[in-house]
């Protein structure tokens, strides 16, 4: 069995309870320009960019990703004080680092808000590196951001786990060899495109330890 040499982790609704926040962030900035999304319609697409948001409601163009861009940045900030981390979150990258996985952050989010959740909620001592939206040219469900990820760790996606809460987290990356495992919390869903499904991190440990992949 495969003993596992990295681990990249999504952030928001995996590791930090952010889900409810990005939903009001991205509400309260298409009203700001004049479009009316519902707080559900918003809800299905998060994971994704606001550009992906933007295509999956039919109304996308540079101009309307730009401006409501520039009218998120200071709900961001303000948002970005309430992010909490999942209660098993630290406890999953301490059990991980132990065991000298190499861990990265691949997240649909900017830099300013990934790197400010991780120093408020003290990961940043158990994170080695993490990928933006910014910093690829294709975003989610694009696996760009799992290929950047697993070259700046230094290990091939056969040697690793990708691990979110959508699959558009688990199934870019198992497309580029990497096992994707799948925390569904709340149920949400019955047959994820996902290696393994877990709800929680330490469901995830007890995998881990039972497919002998650390």
């Known amino acids: 069995m495969l003993m596992i040499k990295a681990a990249v982790f999504d952030l928001d609704g995996?590791?930090?309870?952010?889900?409810?926040i990005w939903v009001d962030i991205w509400y309260y900035s298409f009203r700001r320009v004049g479009i009316k999304i519902s707080k559900k319609e918003i809800r299905r697409?998060?994971?994704?960019?606001?550009?992906?948001?933007?295509?999956?409601?039919?109304?996308?163009s540079k101009d309307l990703e730009k401006r409501i861009n520039e009218e998120s940045i200071d709900l961001i900030k303000r948002y970005s004080?309430?992010?909490?981390?999942?209660?098993?979150s630290i406890e999953i990258l301490k059990f991980l680092k132990k065991k000298n996985v190499?861990?990265?952050?691949?997240?649909?989010s900017r830099d300013d808000w990934i790197r400010t959740i991780l120093k408020k909620n003290r990961m940043t001592k158990y994170v080695d590196s993490?990928?933006?939206?910014?910093?690829?040219?294709?975003?989610?469900?694009?696996?760009?951001v799992f290929i950047?990820?697993?070259?700046?760790?230094?290990?091939?996606?056969?040697?690793?786990?990708?691990?979110?809460?959508?699959?558009?987290?688990t199934w870019p990356a198992m497309k580029i060899g990497a096992i994707g495992i799948l925390i569904d919390r709340e149920n949400l869903f019955k047959d994820?495109?996902?290696?393994?499904?877990v709800k929680n991190f330490s469901e995830l440990r007890e995998l881990l330890e039972k497919e002998k992949m650390i």
């Open 45 to 60: 697409f998060i994971g994704l960019p606001l550009s992906g948001i933007l295509k999956g409601e039919g109304v996308y």
């Open 148 to 169: 950047e990820s697993f070259r700046i760790l230094g290990e091939k996606p056969s040697n690793g786990v990708a691990i979110g809460d959508r699959e558009t987290d």
């Open 130 to 144: 993490f990928v933006s939206g910014e910093d690829v040219k294709r975003p989610k469900p694009y696996p760009d």
């Open 14 to 20: 995996t590791l930090v309870d952010s889900v409810n």
């Open 81 to 88: 004080r309430k992010v909490e981390a999942f209660p098993d």
């Open 102 to 108: 190499k861990i990265c952050v691949a997240s649909s």
């Open 192 to 197: 994820p495109k996902a290696d393994y499904v």
